[in-house]
């Protein structure tokens, strides 16, 4: 089936650092999307792709579509405390199609 | 209301009784998930629903779990003959039109005592 690999699965940083973390997939999708999940939340839609190779960006993060339609990266630039949390990936095949995530990457920053 | 509204938000049950959840999407989004979130885990896909189609049930885990939508609006989750296996927080969100970003609901903390 459709399986999403994310990492890291954890990280911990200096406030102030830039982080990337990826999602790569045997399958090939047509949407990635980028959540953030606070505890006792649910989780927050960050930035959404549609098109292979599209870059986009909100704020402080990036996020690829990569070439392949097979992987996403995500970066936040000069992390600060409020980005502490767990991100995850997702990524959907077709409208057809539910939204498959990865395993979440925790974020810890030491200020 | 703008967002997902999911209810209730805590739900404690005893092993055996049947519980329903209830979802309220974002007015005119046409597709409806409800995801599983086991405490330090990530998201189980239950079901989808998307418009008129038959919805995607192949995240069911048992024949005791089913849900329901009408039309574009309401959807609910049933819980036959709960077990403590089954607490979790359980998640909704919905999106305007296939393939699009979804949207999440605060989701349902259930507990089975």
């Known amino acids: 089936g459709q399986q999403l690999n994310q990492s890291p699965q954890s990280m911990f940083i200096q406030e102030g650092e830039d982080v990337s973390m990826n999602c790569t997939s045997s399958?090939?999708?047509?949407?990635w999307l980028w959540y953030k999940q606070d505890p006792g939340e649910g989780p927050v839609l960050l930035i959404a792709?549609?098109?292979?190779?599209e870059l986009t960006s909100n704020g402080r993060l990036t996020a690829q579509f990569g070439i392949t339609r097979k992987d996403s990266f995500l970066n936040i630039s000069a992390s600060i405390p409020s980005d502490v949390g767990i991100y995850f990936c997702?990524?959907?095949?077709?409208?057809?199609?539910?939204?498959?995530f990865g395993q979440g990457t925790r974020l810890t920053i030491n200020p | 209301g703008a967002g997902v509204s999911q209810s209730p938000s805590n739900k404690v049950t005893e092993k055996g009784k049947d519980v329903e959840l209830r979802c309220d999407p974002i007015s005119g989004h046409t597709a409806l998930y409800w995801y599983r979130q086991r405490l330090g885990q990530g998201l189980e896909f239950l079901i989808y629903f998307q418009g008129n189609s038959a919805p995607d049930k192949s995240g069911l885990p048992s024949d005791r779990f089913s849900a329901e939508r009408t039309g574009e609006s309401v959807s609910t989750l049933t819980i036959q003959r709960t077990q403590q296996e089954d607490s979790a927080v359980y998640l909704c969100?919905?999106?305007?039109?296939?393939?699009?970003?979804?949207?999440f609901g605060q989701g349902t903390r259930l507990t089975v005592v």
């Open positions: 969100a919905s999106s305007w039109a296939p393939g699009q970003g979804a949207f």
């Open positions: 399958s090939i999708f047509n949407t």
């Open positions: 792709l549609y098109k292979a190779g």
């Open positions: 997702a990524g959907q095949l077709g409208g057809a199609q539910k939204l498959v």
